[in-house]
């Protein structure tokens, strides 16, 4: 799917879709209760998209406000953590990071039958494709060095000081997720096997460089889960924090990075890009900027990170390949992510290559 295809997909709000309707009345009740300055009448879209979680905007005739919830019906223990999201956008938020800003959460099943919270709609624009196309050439880096200043800043703040002190588990991080990733790999029959997975799966657990570094991390931190002031390069709110947790910064940044090895088929990513014809800075430009941002005299180990990035990415879209296979996730993008686990999984081979060289 391509840029555009994407935007149009997810971009916009719809009439709220069969299954998702909200009790508009109770929900009403619940904003002038728990909202400051809110006055009705509502009116409720919801969000084009796929985001796991629903998402809504609440329209009234002085301001908009954004609802994410909890999907109805029966879910997993633990997922879909409406609180965990609230929680972690009001810290960062208090220390001045850029999100947006959290009215309430509820918790009560009787207002509108799930877990949710609302938020401030932020106005501005959604990048869906890395090579930022309608921004001039000669704008780009400041967009650039926009998303590397905010990552750096996310990755400064210290946890315990904003009250996310058990927001995760601290140390082992690799050696949890690189465990998890290969168990659910290997555990897929049905989707098989694949020679470059096999020596990533053999390779990474002894391949972890010393070090435990702890930071919030965003975990899905790419140019369209930002929304940025409408005419500058200054980004207003980071989306998306269902995957964030306490973790390692530089397993975080290098996912980011991850951009420039990914082609834009895939995520938004500027594999095969002429760079400098677009006037973006490489990807040596780019972890240097980062490393003199939080004081590291460089990444010596940024291959590592990177395989480690794009094993995880390449052993999701195994796990979408076997929905695929078994009729559970029939969509045209869940097909088109089954086919390009391969090219992921030789991308993060490539890297492992890489950082074997390195030594």
């Known amino acids: 799917m391509n840029a555009d295809d994407l935007a149009a997909a997810n971009s916009g709000t719809t009439a709220v879709r069969p299954g998702y309707a909200i009790d508009e009345v109770a929900l009403a009740d619940w904003l002038a ?5 809110y006055a009705g009448p509502l009116t409720v879209e919801q969000f084009r998209g796929g985001q796991s979680n629903p998402t ?6 002085a301001r908009a406000y954004v609802l994410r919830r909890k999907p109805p019906g029966e879910l997993l223990p633990g997922a879909h953590a409406m609180d965990r999201e609230a929680r972690v956008l009001t810290a960062l938020g208090g220390a001045g990071f850029p999100v947006a800003r959290v009215h309430g959460f509820c918790d009560d099943p009787g207002v509108i039958g799930t877990d949710f919270y609302v938020m401030d709609m932020v106005e501005g624009r959604v990048f869906w494709d890395a ?3 309608g921004v001039p050439r000669e704008d780009r880096p400041a967009y650039f060095d926009a998303m590397n200043a905010t990552l750096a800043a996310l990755h ?7 009250g996310l002190a058990d927001y995760g588990k601290p140390g082992n991080y690799f050696a949890r997720q690189i465990g998890r990733w290969s168990k659910q790999y290997l555990a897929d029959a049905l989707a098989g096997r694949n020679a470059d997975m096999d020596a990533l799966v053999e390779w990474l657990p002894g391949a972890i460089p010393p070090g435990e570094d702890t930071s919030v991390v965003h975990g899905d931190f790419r140019c369209d889960n930002m929304i940025f002031h409408p005419t500058e390069p200054r980004v207003l709110a980071v989306l998306d924090w269902e995957l964030s947790t306490l973790g390692h910064p530089l397993a975080d940044f290098a996912y980011h990075a991850m951009m420039y090895r990914i082609p834009p088929d895939i995520v938004p990513g500027l594999g095969g890009a002429d760079l400098t014809a677009l006037n973006i800075p490489d990807e040596a430009a780019y972890v240097a900027a980062y490393c003199a941002r939080t004081g590291r005299d460089g990444l010596p ?3 590592f990170y990177l395989a480690f990035n794009l094993f995880r ?3 999701i879209f195994h796990g979408i390949k076997g929905r695929v296979l078994r009729g559970t996730a029939a969509n045209a993008q869940a097909r088109e992510r089954a086919e390009a ?8 081979r490539t890297a492992m290559m890489e950082c074997i060289a390195w030594g």
Request: no cysteine.
């Open 56 to 61: 809504y905007k609440l329209i009234t005739p």
């Open 341 to 348: 686990f391969p090219q992921l999984a030789a991308l993060a």
């Open 131 to 133: 090579t930022f196309p």
């Open 301 to 303: 180990d940024f291959p």
């Open 313 to 315: 990415l390449a052993a």
């Open 33 to 37: 209760r728990h909202v400051e300055g």
């Open 156 to 162: 400064q703040l210290d946890p315990a000081a904003i």
